[in-house]
């Protein structure tokens, strides 16, 4: 595939350019969108438009001002950064005088492949710019012009500082360019799919490239016997309404028995987002009464390991934290887990027990993203162990080689 191609060709005139200007494109990107926000804003309405507004996908697709000042800072904080290459993460010298060093470099060509999230085109161009990565861009078809007039403002600017556009390359957004993408083994180092269950199982059976999963979240929040109710009822508030269409959101509420009493408080301000409940018996025989009917339904088994993305979420009562541990075990997609407890050794437990790439003791769940852990912005949450785990920033995206110099040494 041309694109392909021409990828592989930028991404060995990478090099030739400093940190200073790779931050002075970054920065002028920023700018740039913010002048042109009312041609972007256009084009995502035109994108609107295909999509209805009760689609789960639909606030992951809309752009506003405000998400655009904030796709802006997050590329003015990625540009601000420290560079991730050239750092030493090991040096020795051997006896024979051989000087051994291993240092951090770029992949070289990534594919990211994602749905309706227009603002991941600016998140993946301006960390791989930055960690000396080509970026190949496989957006979905929902928001095929809104991704188009965001790369058209980068084309513009790379093209202003003379590097080649290619380094930031949109594919077509059918899915026999996802194939030629995952079969590319001799010209990408990379794929990282951000989206759903079924985009990252579809990548996962069909890449013979390296695969790092980002995406899927069924986020947990144990609400434990020692738990605080008002520190509880903050986090499940926060965690559920605050964006439901992202992957951090709470999907599941597990709850001790003996605090099912604070369940309507708990659960008392979800009701004013008309957020749908899916209790087991127990749970649902508390909230009777005290939780809208209209918004009060019976879990089924369907109700657990669902990832929402939407106004909606699954109670489960337990009688330990034992039985937590194990519910979380087996519908966990390895996201994002908190626990809310005044008891240091059931907290420690709990961190200790559960395998996730970020969990949290008395924290929302909200908070799994890379410029909320300092990071600037991230490529997406990596749920897998090798490589990379949790927010995926600019160190994730190097990979090492060793440099070994010496003055003649051969090996006997």
């Not at 960690?131 to 980068?154: E, F, M, P, R, T």
Request: hydrophobic letters at 40%; aromatic letters at 6%; one cysteine or more.
């Amino acid at each position: 595939m041309k694109q392909i191609e021409q990828a592989v060709k930028a991404s060995y005139s990478l090099p030739e350019y400093s940190d200073k200007q790779i931050g002075r494109i970054l920065t002028d990107t920023a700018d740039t969108l913010l002048l042109e926000k009312v041609a972007v804003l256009a084009a995502n309405a035109s994108d609107l438009s295909r999509m209805e507004p009760d689609n789960p996908k639909y606030d992951r697709l809309k752009l506003t001002e405000k998400r655009l000042e904030d796709m802006a800072n997050d590329m003015r904080q990625v540009a601000s950064l420290p560079s991730p290459l050239g750092k030493i993460l090991l040096e020795d010298i051997r006896p024979n005088g051989m000087k051994i060093k291993k240092i951090t470099v770029p992949f070289g060509v990534i594919g990211i492949i994602y749905e309706a999230r227009p603002n991941v085109t600016f998140d993946v161009f301006s960390l791989c710019l930055k960690s000396g990565n080509v970026c190949l861009l496989k957006g979905g078809s929902d928001a095929y012009q809104s991704n188009c007039a965001l790369v058209d403002i980068i084309h513009r600017v790379l093209t202003r500082h003379r590097m080649d556009t290619a380094v930031c390359t949109l594919l077509p957004p059918d899915r026999e360019t996802t194939d030629v993408l995952l079969q590319a083994v001799e010209s990408v180092s990379l794929i990282i799919p951000r989206g759903g269950a079924e985009l990252i199982n579809y990548v996962r059976r069909h890449s013979l490239i390296p695969v790092i999963e980002t995406g899927a979240g069924v986020c947990h929040t144990y609400f434990d016997k020692d738990g605080n109710p008002i520190i509880g009822r903050d986090i499940v508030t926060n965690a559920k309404t605050r964006r439901v269409s992202v992957c951090n959101a709470l999907d599941c509420l597990i709850v001790h028995h003996e605090r099912l009493n604070d369940l309507p408080f708990l659960c008392g301000k979800l009701s004013d987002s008309q957020v749908v409940i899916y209790a087991d018996e127990p749970a649902l025989q508390t909230l009777s009464g005290n939780y809208p009917d209209a918004l009060l339904q019976p879990a089924t088994e369907s109700s657990f390991g669902t990832e929402f993305l939407d106004y909606k979420m699954s109670i489960r009562t337990v009688t330990s934290i034992e039985d937590a541990l194990k519910h979380i075990a087996r519908y966990s997609s390895k996201h994002s887990e908190c626990i809310v407890s005044q008891s240091k050794k059931t907290i420690r437990l709990f961190l200790q027990k559960v395998d996730a790439a970020c969990v949290y003791a008395n924290v929302s769940t909200a908070f799994t993203d890379g410029m909320q852990f300092g990071f600037g912005a991230e490529i997406g949450i990596s749920t897998q162990k090798l490589h990379a785990r949790g927010p995926m920033a600019l160190s994730e995206l190097t990979t090492y080689k060793y440099i070994i110099e010496g003055n003649g040494q051969t090996r006997e």
